[in-house]
């Protein structure tokens, strides 16, 4: 996802007489509310997939964040059991999914 990108142009393109300090504190603090949404939604979904109907679950979050990919079954090691969203220090920050353990 390219949220972060999209939205620094769109400010950038609003506001052209920031100084680079200016784009480097709202690039942080975009970054940090992408996180703080995201947090709880992860939390939730992390517990719900340990339960007994945690691939419904997944399924249910994928669907609606809009997540294509395969969905880890049941069985699977544990490290495939639960996907991180996390933001990606590159040049252009994306959002990509991290398999943890």
């Not at 609003?14 to 939604?41: C, F, G, H, W, Y």
């Not at 395969?70 to 999914?97: C, M, N, W, Y």
């Amino acid at each position: 996802m390219a949220i972060h990108s999209d939205t620094m142009k769109r400010i950038e393109n609003k506001l052209p007489e920031m100084t680079e300090r200016e784009r480097r504190v709202v690039s942080k603090q975009a970054k940090s509310m992408i996180n703080q949404l995201l947090r709880d939604p992860i939390n939730n979904i992390k517990e719900l997939a340990c339960h007994e109907h945690g691939k419904h679950a997944i399924d249910h979050f994928a669907e609606i964040f809009n997540i294509d990919g395969d969905v880890p079954q049941r069985g699977q090691s544990e490290e495939a059991k639960v996907t991180e969203f996390r933001i990606e220090k590159e040049e252009h920050e994306t959002l990509k999914p991290t398999t943890i353990g």
